[in-house]
């Protein structure tokens, strides 16, 4: 759980869902349809905005962090093998 991310979320993030995220941030459009108007309607759409966008960077963040931990370990298991096999070729 980070600051970013208020409470507690499901344990896995994946691409998938902070795909599924960005499709549906909402688009603006022209049409006539029959929502309710009025500032109660206005907040509860800016919530829930602003939970998702909150939920995306969440996951931005959780997909980097999880890239970079694994370069990290596949640069040390190379440099691992090239250790072991440098110390096979001097025996």
């Given at each position: 759980?980070?600051?970013?991310?208020?409470?507690?979320?499901?344990?896995?993030?994946?691409?998938?869902e902070r795909d599924q995220r960005i499709a549906a941030?909402?688009?603006?459009r022209a049409e006539l349809h029959l929502t309710p108007?009025?500032?109660e309607a206005?907040?509860?759409?800016?919530q829930i905005d602003q939970e998702s966008e909150?939920?995306?960077?969440?996951?931005?963040e959780r997909?980097?962090?999880?890239?970079d931990n694994f370069k990290n370990n596949h640069?040390?298991?190379l440099s691992r093998g090239r250790?072991?096999?440098?110390?096979?070729?001097?025996r």
């Amino acid at each position: 759980m980070t600051k970013e991310f208020g409470r507690a979320a499901a344990g896995l993030v994946t691409k998938a869902e902070r795909d599924q995220r960005i499709a549906a941030r909402p688009k603006p459009r022209a049409e006539l349809h029959l929502t309710p108007n009025g500032w109660e309607a206005n907040e509860v759409r800016r919530q829930i905005d602003q939970e998702s966008e909150r939920r995306i960077r969440h996951i931005d963040e959780r997909l980097k962090t999880a890239r970079d931990n694994f370069k990290n370990n596949h640069n040390r298991a190379l440099s691992r093998g090239r250790a072991k096999q440098d110390f096979d070729r001097g025996r």
